[in-house]
């Protein structure tokens, strides 16, 4: 996946788009920051990319709330460029299901908290569901 965003970078800046060159540099320089130049997994890679995702939504909210739809578009681009390099999200319908078999095999050990079954459905499904989608369910899931 390394190579995949240096030969992304090359094309965007050969192409002119800045927008989304901007968005490869971050991601790489995040890498570079983080001591995983040559070393990143695809798994940290996601993760970082998962984590600018965040941002980026955190912004398009802030920005909208206060009428900078200019800024707000910027925002949106950017976010659409990231969710290129992860793979695709499971639907919270999807995510429950699993979920459900997880608090299940949870039950049966008689370790089901929400610390627990947070903990292994993020092992599971990292790469896959956001966070916060897995955070919320297993709310609704431990209180049943």
Do not use: C, H, W
Request: no cysteine.
């Amino acid at each position: 996946m390394l190579s995949k965003l240096k030969s992304d970078l090359k094309n965007f800046i050969l192409t002119k788009n800045k927008v989304a060159s901007n968005v490869v540099r971050s991601i790489l320089s995040t890498i570079t920051n983080d001591g995983l130049k040559d070393s990143a997994t695809e798994d940290d890679i996601v993760s970082i990319v998962k984590k600018e995702i965040k941002k980026r939504k955190e912004a398009i909210k802030l920005y909208e709330g206060n009428n900078r739809e200019d800024l707000s578009k910027i925002e949106q681009a950017e976010l659409f460029i990231l969710q290129s390099y992860i793979p695709e999200q499971m639907t919270e319908e999807e995510l429950k299901a699993e979920m459900i078999k997880i608090k299940d095999e949870l039950l049966k050990e008689n370790k089901l908290n929400i610390g627990e079954l947070i903990k292994a459905t993020i092992k599971k499904f990292s790469s896959s569901a956001d966070n916060s989608m897995i955070s919320k369910i297993a709310k609704d899931l431990v209180n049943l």
